[in-house]
């Protein structure tokens, strides 16, 4: 079956260290994009990459870094310079990022610091 | 930047028609409308999107007014399964990242 896949689901850090949220996709998809959401509220872009050794910054890159060494991949590292870091984080792809191309999501990691 | 407004939540009985609208008074001639729904602890997922003609779908409607300044998603006969919030956003057929940022949404509940 084609998707996206996240992991972990669930992912606790103490203060102070980076870690790395995983995303693959085996939609064949160039573009792909991560989103942090905070309870009740809407999803916000953090980074996204439209083709591969390529991503800009969203929204609220701030303390985040990402990479896209390989088409199918691109994780997202949360560092220890993110000051709240507590959050529902989604990752998503599309075709590419234009007007009609819809973009699939994975079931998010949930990220809880201590 | 091209934004949306919709209302907070709304409630519907089940089995009947829901009107879901979305404001978007700055809307360029490119933007594409798009809506996603996005269940308890899910990602979101696609619904349906159009440019200027009402479009259909297994899922649903979106009647686009003429002026394309709003926007109306149709669940013709809701279920208990179509609460979710539901967002409205614009997607540029030029590309880049303006509008990939998803607001509030709709918080859609169904009355058994």
């Known amino acids: 079956d084609g998707g996206i896949t996240q992991s972990p689901k669930y992912l606790f850090r103490k203060e102070g260290q980076n870690v790395t949220l995983s995303c693959e996709q085996n939609?064949?998809?160039?573009?792909m994009y991560w989103y942090r959401q905070d309870p009740g509220q809407g999803l916000r872009l953090i980074y996204y990459?439209?083709?591969?050794?390529?991503?800009q910054k969203g929204d609220i890159a701030e303390g985040y870094s990402v990479s896209r060494e390989k088409k199918e991949s691109f994780p997202l590292t949360v560092t220890s310079a993110q000051k709240n870091p507590t959050a529902f984080y989604l990752c998503?792809?599309?075709?590419?990022?234009?007007?009609?191309?819809?973009?699939?999501f994975g079931p998010g990691t949930r990220l809880t610091v201590l | 930047d091209a934004k949306t407004t919709q209302p907070n939540s709304m409630e519907s009985n089940e089995e009947e028609p829901v009107h879901l609208p979305c404001n978007h008074s700055?809307?360029?001639?490119?933007?594409?409308i798009h809506w996603y729904r996005q269940l308890p602890s899910q990602g979101p997922e696609y619904v349906i999107h159009?440019?200027?003609s009402n479009v259909n779908n297994r899922m649903a409607s979106l009647a686009i007014a003429e002026d394309r300044k709003s926007s109306t998603l149709i669940l013709h006969r809701a279920t208990l399964r179509d609460a979710a919030v539901y967002y409205c956003?614009?997607?540029?057929?030029?590309?880049?990242?303006?509008?990939?940022?998803f607001g509030k949404g709709t918080h859609l509940i169904i009355q058994p």
């Open positions: 998503a792809s599309s075709i590419d990022l234009g007007g009609t191309d819809t973009q699939y």
């Open positions: 990459s439209q083709i591969v050794n390529d991503f």
């Open positions: 159009g440019l200027t």
């Open positions: 939609l064949n998809h160039d573009a």
């Open positions: 956003i614009l997607v540029n057929s030029g590309g880049g990242a303006d509008g990939l940022t």
């Open positions: 700055t809307i360029s001639g490119t933007d594409y």
